[in-house]
């Protein structure tokens, strides 16, 4: 059969892996496919670059739009990321009838809706494994393996530089600061860090995973947000003592009365898989009526695992590429028609446990008052623990961990709490999830 | 789009999980394939048995060969067991050109090499995720999700029985003739429980998770296979010491010069995510030359999660059933004409660390004359410990964890010790491995 020609717009790290992975694995691929799958040409933005591939068969071009619009090219692997060019480059590709794999996820949940009904449109396939979590194959577990579930729950810790982040804090008591540092000097944080840190990356992420589980529309905008760089080494240690890890995860829960989209930092078990899921790996838990808890673990980032993912994609291309696109599984997992928008939940109707950290005057009686304000709110408390003032320090740090209920009414004591005399800094929130 | 007709033959945990989640969750799958998908027939043993679906719909018959040979059955789900009647069910299911979805590993073990021809020839899928740790999807997951890659090693916790019992004998000192009791009243162990405690299911399960990982034919007979019922106390309680957890583990590696499969309690690093999967749970942990190490985790048993797989499996086929058979992943997920046979190792030919516990007579220099007979043989010693003899024993029991190297070797220095004059009880082996 005909060899597959594919035409990378991007030749960095994911782009180069790329084709790397499909020059050294050739002959593995196609007893696997039963034909070749070629890289024939690529777009970069300087031709003298050192490469991690072999170029020496290849079409290099500084324009993108050379690759996009070439004849001989079947599938486009769009690498060079953003959510303009990309975008402009992905339609054009579309356009001419060419299938597109992408690992671009901040174009998905932002552009994803738009993109998808255009290659429905023209009959072709974009692909995204490699856009959440690099090398697991969340996506196609979510779409297909998991295909007999209703998906009731997700919770990943799905940026590996916050994890990275989180895991030094914990093991070697550093700061949130000095570990950005370091993660940036590795290279596992970008200059401007904000993506990672703030939980927008991992948002992304979210809107994409909520949206195949629930076969809902992509939604970024409706995604809560919160990151970790206000997250401190009191708490960390805290938590610990406890017997919890403090992970960040995006969470997507489908209740009876709406869907609860959030990232945020979350105190787990730690005796739960996912609590020790460290450094910069990636696992996702998907919770479905009838397989119950599954998690899916590997590294989420790097050059060869987001090309392992990548390649997937191109070979799933392949098999049902000369096929009625029938068979190919719908770009979000459900039917296009079949998409069905429920309502979202803002944070104060959010149901989780929260760790509650109060720093107060050491009088007689303000534990029994701070106790008081959730038993008005009817907050059942799993535990009190009152840690005793460091050499210095002239107030006692009280932390509650509370049970299940609504955030809105743990808001609520919160504020009446911080309304009181004795009580010093602003309190600490941070959810608690069982996962059992 | 016409309903696609399921007929399942053996009602029972798995056949009535499997209609039970078709019923339940037919409004989501066909929001995500765009069709219906109705089980219409089944074959039960007893007509009148409680069951977990609603059978008003079905039509029961007490003859297999009825559901196999209905023209109105397009894909038939084979329940019952067994490598005989399921077998003869199974070809003659194919042979009248049905798709065919199975959990029976031992089957597919055995005969799938011969079964897979059979489909092959008459263009219809077998498909079998559900014979292998049930809801985790591993089969799809190495297929499909890791085909970019060439991979180098699996190692899976896939017998739910084996992993509750060393759970229980680790958490609780319980020995393993009183966990398997528990285990056979809880109904996780048949009452003849051989083929879960001996490694022979793992055996059926590593046989076809090797063979759709290197492209081999399911060779079974080929797999060394070692249980955990002379595994003591003792060992578990010294493994847990030294920092490792002992798991029985399905392990198959692709080395330069062959391939090792092989069934054994293992010692494993104690922070490894996979010597934390407890209880009846399932984990296989996959290592890719372009992906790194991903561990796919979840429920190996059990109505429902295993009915999460075999919908799955029937979905997939939905989504082809009317496409040319190209566009479908192979049995084994290399083309038929890409199988290659590769050598399998004898067990002396074994790489891997050992756990090797000696039980001595108390006197002089006897662990230095222990010692040389590993340095003989070129054998590097990671760690010595020398037990003291616990209240009326009058001999001491010495550990040595070696590094990496030949099993051969090793046996070699067991049996040049064991002739030793002061040296009691057979010794204990048990393969030690890092995953790192």
Chains 1, 2 share one sequence.
Not at 229 to 246: F, H, P
């Amino acid at each position: 059969m005909k060899a597959i020609k594919v035409g990378i717009l991007g030749l960095g790290t994911v782009g180069g892996g790329t084709a790397l992975v499909l020059q050294r694995n050739a002959s593995e691929i196609s007893r696997r496919i039963g034909r070749a799958v070629e890289v024939t040409m690529a777009s970069v933005r300087n031709l003298d670059s050192e490469r991690l591939c072999d170029c020496s068969q290849l079409t290099l071009t500084q324009d993108p739009f050379e690759v996009v619009d070439a004849s001989e090219i079947d599938i486009v692997v769009e690498l060079i990321g953003g959510d303009t060019l990309a975008k402009e480059l992905m339609l054009k590709a579309i356009g001419n009838g060419k299938h597109v794999v992408t690992a671009n996820k901040a174009l998905i949940a932002l552009h994803g809706n738009e993109i998808f009904a255009a290659a429905q449109a023209k009959d072709v396939s974009v692909s995204y494994e490699s856009a959440v979590a690099g090398g697991i194959g969340i996506i196609k577990a979510i779409r297909e393996g998991l295909a007999g579930n209703k998906i009731e729950l997700l919770a990943g810790i799905i940026n590996g530089t916050a994890n990275f982040i989180l895991t030094e804090m914990r093991d070697k008591g550093r700061t949130f600061e000095d570990v950005l540092a370091e993660a940036q000097s590795l290279g596992y944080a970008e200059a401007d860090p904000t993506f990672d840190v703030e939980g927008i990356d991992a948002a992304h992420k979210l809107t994409i995973l909520a949206a195949i589980a629930f076969g809902t529309p992509l939604q970024f905008e409706k995604v809560y947000a919160e990151g970790i760089s206000k997250l401190s080494l009191t708490d960390v240690a805290y938590a610990e003592e406890l017997g919890y890890r403090i992970k960040h995860l995006g969470i997507a829960k489908n209740s009876h009365d709406g869907l609860e989209l959030r990232v945020h930092p979350t105190l787990i078990p730690s005796e739960r898989l996912l609590a020790n899921v460290d450094g910069v790996m990636n696992a996702v838990l998907v919770k479905g009526d009838a397989v119950g808890n599954t998690l899916h673990y590997g590294a989420g980032a790097g050059a060869e695992p987001t090309a392992s993912a990548v390649v997937a994609d191109i070979l799933d291309i392949v098999r049902s590429i000369d096929a009625s696109p029938s068979c190919r599984v719908p770009h979000l997992g459900f039917q296009p028609e079949a998409i069905q928008s429920l309502p979202v939940k803002t944070p104060d109707q959010f149901e989780s446990a929260y760790y509650l950290r109060f720093d107060v005057n050491d009088v007689a009686g303000v534990m029994s008052k701070l106790s008081a304000k959730f038993a008005d709110r009817n907050i059942s408390i799993e535990s009190i623990t009152q840690k005793e003032p460091s050499l210095g320090q002239d107030f006692v740090s009280v932390i509650f961990v509370t049970q299940r209920t609504r955030e809105g009414l743990v808001d609520q004591a919160i504020e009446s709490i911080e309304s009181m005399g004795d009580v010093r800094a602003d309190a600490v929130k941070i959810r608690v999830e069982h996962f059992d």
